[in-house]
């Protein structure tokens, strides 16, 4: 057998890639050995690159195998081994079946292919080719880092996605905090935090001229699939306005859960009446106050949202005004529900408040049980003769310490208002 001089040994080059995605990215361009070679040549050229693992075997350009290292010299050093096989041809030793894979597969799908290789994948690396020639190997570990790289860079840019979706939401708010600092200037307050960067709840605020419109919904989930829904919600919500004005909250109600129905394929009219389409069943709850101070009246409609009104003082206790049992847009919401409407005088001093269940069902306190509706109550009752300012600190102070270091659990959201001022008709109502 005619054999190569031993200075044909391989040639390395690890190019340095920073942004690691494919295959390629991760090649090392090793001189192959051929059939021809011999185990003893092998042995030399393992001696002279005491880093390498494992050394490629080729037949003309395509790959035959991978001979790894250690295997090598644990065969080689085995009595007479030597002897029998230093002259004979290094595919005595080498692997028939290594990992195989194209310059240009995506780092991920290379991950997967290794781990379905298995454990030798792990001593041996791989063979990398170009539409099936040789073009050079490349070790696992580069493999496992650049995996960690991907999954980081791809974790900034969800953060950074996320980020900026908070940004967007944030603006859309905005309009809405303007409306209610022109319309209720000192007499309205909002607490707004999302359990995550994003949030499932979304507020608005309509300045009328003979009074306002608070709306206050609670998405179906949190975070970006609740962020979406609000966008949802609020689209509804313009075309509602758009249709029957600001004046029948329970008419927006029932005019969004169609509109959200089927926007979301979440019913089909047939002869069996409503069939779900999707598998989802998202929606929202939902809490409507219109309010008109001049003509001293209010009306109210909820979607399994309650309104908490606190009377002026000596007028009475606070009380939850009860919304009705159906939210809106779900598959279990009939497409021709209503909702029911409820009235009221409005008085000077009043307050309302518009809360999602981020804030009552919130877990705290020494018993770890939720914040609750009783709670929530007691403690804005109990701060009623401070202005609006005084008494958001006095609630956000006294929240944040009842849930102490336990995480939110929802979003959460709470916004105060007072529609006519306490000393009545001679301060100028908007």
């Given at each position: 057998m005619s054999s190569p001089p031993p200075s044909d040994a391989p040639a390395v080059h690890g190019p340095l890639v920073i942004d690691r995605q494919f295959a390629g990215d991760l090649l090392m361009a090793v001189d192959p050995v051929t059939p021809e070679h011999t185990n003893e040549q092998v042995a030399e050229i393992f001696a002279r690159h005491r880093w390498m693992q494992n050394l490629p075997v080729v037949h003309g350009r395509r790959p035959m195998g991978l001979i790894n290292r250690n295997l090598f010299h644990n065969m080689m050093a085995k009595p007479y081994y030597p002897e029998l096989y230093n002259r004979q041809s290094c595919i005595a030793f080498m692997d028939k079946n290594p990992l195989v894979a194209e310059v240009s597969t995506p780092i991920r799908q290379l991950t997967t292919m290794a781990v379905r290789t298995g454990e030798k994948v792990f001593a041996d690396g791989f063979i990398l080719v170009d539409n099936g020639v040789y073009a050079g190997v490349g070790q696992t570990l580069d493999l496992m880092e650049a995996m960690t790289e991907l999954q980081e860079r791809q974790h900034r840019q969800l953060l950074e996605s996320i980020h900026y979706a908070s940004l967007i939401q944030t603006a859309l708010l905005k309009p809405a905090r303007q409306a209610m600092a022109g319309h209720l200037p000192g007499r309205h307050w909002v607490v707004w935090r999302p359990r995550d960067v994003v949030g499932g709840d979304f507020f608005h605020f309509v300045s009328l001229e003979d009074g306002f419109l608070a709306v206050l919904m609670d998405c179906t989930g949190h975070g970006v699939p609740g962020a979406f829904m609000t966008l949802i919600a609020q689209a509804a919500l313009e075309r509602a306005l758009a249709e029957h004005g600001h004046d029948d909250p329970a008419a927006l109600l029932a005019a969004m859960n169609r509109d959200i129905k089927h926007t979301l394929n979440q019913y089909q009219t047939g002869a069996a009446g409503e069939?779900?389409?999707?598998?989802?069943d998202d929606g929202l709850d939902a809490v409507l106050l219109r309010v008109r101070p001049r003509a001293g009246q209010w009306a109210f409609a909820g979607a399994r949202s309650p309104l908490l009104r606190i009377p002026p003082p000596q007028a009475g206790a606070a009380e939850y005004l009860r919304g009705d049992r159906h939210g809106v847009g779900y598959r279990?919401?009939?497409?021709?529900?209503?909702?029911?409407?409820?009235?009221?005088?409005?008085?000077?001093?009043?307050?309302?408040?518009?809360?999602?269940?981020?804030?009552?069902?919130?877990?705290?306190?020494?018993?770890?049980?939720?914040?609750?509706?009783?709670?929530?109550?007691?403690?804005?009752?109990?701060?009623?003769?401070?202005?609006?300012?005084?008494?958001?600190?006095g609630f956000s102070e006294t929240f944040s310490t009842y849930q102490g270091p336990e995480a939110a659990r929802d979003d959460i959201t709470l916004i105060g208002l007072e529609p006519i001022p306490p000393h009545g008709p001679q301060e100028r109502l908007p």
């Open positions: 069939i779900p389409l999707e598998d989802s279990s919401t009939p497409h021709d529900t209503r909702w029911q409407n409820h009235h009221g005088p409005c008085l000077p001093g009043e307050r309302f408040y518009l809360v999602s269940d981020g804030v009552i069902d919130q877990i705290g306190g020494e018993k770890r049980i939720a914040f609750g509706k009783k709670r929530l109550a007691q403690c804005l009752q109990e701060t009623r003769h401070l202005d609006m300012e005084a008494q958001e600190k």
